[in-house]
């Protein structure tokens, strides 16, 4: 098997190399990620300025982009083949509920299910990589499944493991996405030079945190896989609109 391996967090984050490591007795690796940190960064591709792709002391390639950049880079033009699979992570971090709108690790694995590939974004719930050995073993694990036993279709799969140590994790669950209150309000500041400055808010604490959700499951102890779709047509607000074109 063929794994390209990239992630959000830039190509010297303990969490990447743990994920390249786990993916390792698979097959061929291939390892491209930004140069700097970019969690945020969503789907966003940079358009305003040439990339290069250079390759670090610990062997892995970077680009001075965004995650996004750096699957595009690979799946179109540097690979000379076709990986069977695309992994993100592991993150410094959940992308739980409306997390996955704004994250780039998921929006790493995106690209490459955008472009036809099974993909499967890790993240670890707690920042700070406590137990990523665990983590780094359950994406061994999900993986050693998907190859034995592959999906139906490409599937985009949005994983998030508790900080556990592996004897502690209850199992593997699919779940759906939970909702989170608000995002916190920006915090205002003052620069140095008398400028207000803003910093974005944190997120805001989960809302529909209910059973079924990635929130839940992962508070009791469980690993959370959400399979994701792309599509965003809000098909069941479709005939309101329609109506309300016709009415007026
Ligand atoms: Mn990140």
Known sequence: MRILVSNDDGYLAPGLAALVEAMRPFGEVFVIAPEQNHSGASNSLTL????TVNRGANGFLFVNGTPTDCVHIALTGLLQQRPDLV???INDGQNMGEDTIYSG???AAMEGFLLGIPSIAFSLVEKGYRHLDAAAAVAAEIVGRLARSPLPEPCLLNVN???LPRSQLRGIVGTRLGKRHASEPVIRAQSPRGETIYWIG???PAKDAGEGTDFYATAQGYVSITP????????GQLPTVMRWLQSS
């Open 87 to 89: 992994v993100s992570g």
């Open 48 to 51: 305003n300025r040439p990339l």
């Open 161 to 163: 493991i508790p900080n």
């Open 228 to 235: 994701l779709q792309v599509d965003l047509t809000h098909t």
């Open 105 to 107: 690790t998921v929006a």
């Open 202 to 204: 944190p997120s805001g």
